[in-house]
């Protein structure tokens, strides 16, 4: 039986406030739950700088939910990917029109929701290092513009 995962139901302003409180499930919180919350946050903090802080901090405030509950996270935060991320989705939430939700701008960018688009600009030994764990690295492959 396949999985059927609630987060994919919930509006923006719902996805936000469970996801900030602490309410979705590790093994519901997925690639394109990440992109949703990337979108969201810039929408709701439209300088990315402090969009950024609210993600980084909303992630790792997430893993550690889900730690104390007794769920094991196969990984931790990665400053690195989660930048990456946020910046991919800004420049794509920045070239074109306003979209009505979250889900109208997964739809409009099928590319952001496949995750091999970070191996396209970082190589497997970059993202391993610990320090791009810590910090962010720039891509070693492709830069992000291309």
């Known amino acids: 039986m396949t999985h059927v995962n609630p ?3 919930l509006g923006d302003d719902k996805f936000l406030r469970a996801f900030e409180a602490g309410e979705i499930a590790l093994r519901d ?6 992109v949703r ?3 969201i946050t810039l929408e709701v903090e439209p300088r990315f700088d402090r969009a950024m802080d609210r993600v980084r901090a909303g992630l790792k405030a997430h893993l550690d939910t889900a730690i104390a ?5 196969e990984f931790g935060y990665h400053e690195t990917i989660t930048r990456f991320w946020m ?3 800004a420049r ?10 979250s889900c ?14 970070l191996g396209r600009h970082y190589s497997k030994a970059l993202l391993l290092d610990p320090r791009s764990r810590r910090l962010y ?3 070693d492959l492709a830069p992000l513009g291309v």
């Open 7 to 9: 987060l994919h139901k």
């Open 69 to 73: 509950a007794g769920e094991t996270p």
């Open 137 to 139: 690295v720039e891509p």
């Open 104 to 117: 109208a701008f997964c739809a409009a960018h099928p590319e952001l929701l496949d995750k091999a688009l």
């Open 87 to 89: 910046s991919i989705v």
């Open 29 to 34: 919180w997925d690639h394109r739950g990440h």
């Open 92 to 101: 794509a939430r920045d070239g074109e029109g306003a979209h009505e939700d």
């Open 37 to 39: 919350y990337a979108w």
